[in-house]
């Protein structure tokens, strides 16, 4: 589970990222990130309605990525807001792994990797 210090919640921090921060697409995710100007990391994960009519499907897409970035923080730049947004109809029928690998494919792109 992400840690709650890790977790993007407020609003106005969700509308900050989605209006200034820069945006990556692989397949049926979206990924913006936008400097916080603080020393960690922050995360959230929006899944609407367009992805699935089914809380059910939802909510599991939540909680893999939700994992995923747990696994993938050590991994990623300091000081950095992450909204991952699902998008379009992809019905909940992704692998646990097809999404491991999308989100590492989308890390790798947008540059937030460690330079360790």
Same mark, same amino acid.
């Given at each position: 589970? #992400?840690? $709650?210090? !890790?977790? +993007?919640?407020?609003? !106005?921090?969700?509308?900050?990222?989605?209006? @200034?921060?820069?945006?990556?697409?692989?397949? %049926? +995710?979206?990924?913006?990130? @936008?400097?916080?100007?603080?020393? !960690? @990391?922050?995360? *959230?994960?929006?899944?609407?309605? =367009? %992805?699935? &009519?089914?809380?059910?499907?939802?909510?599991? #897409?939540? =909680? &893999? +990525? =939700?994992?995923? %970035?747990?696994? /993938? #923080?050590?991994?990623? !730049? /300091?000081?950095?807001?992450?909204?991952?947004?699902?998008? *379009?109809?992809?019905?909940?029928?992704?692998?646990? $792994?097809?999404?491991?690998?999308?989100?590492?494919? #989308?890390?790798?792109?947008?540059?937030?990797?460690? &330079?360790?």
């Amino acid at each position: 589970m #992400l840690p $709650a210090e !890790k977790r +993007l919640v407020d609003k !106005k921090d969700f509308s900050k990222v989605q209006r @200034t921060g820069r945006r990556f697409f692989r397949d %049926f +995710l979206q990924l913006q990130f @936008t400097e916080n100007g603080q020393n !960690k @990391t922050r995360i *959230g994960v929006v899944v609407g309605m =367009r %992805f699935s &009519k089914k809380a059910v499907e939802r909510n599991a #897409l939540k =909680r &893999k +990525l =939700r994992e995923i %970035f747990r696994q /993938e #923080l050590k991994n990623i !730049k /300091e000081g950095t807001d992450i909204v991952v947004s699902a998008r *379009g109809k992809a019905g909940g029928k992704e692998t646990y $792994a097809a999404i491991e690998k999308t989100v590492a494919k #989308l890390i790798e792109k947008s540059n937030l990797l460690n &330079k360790s």
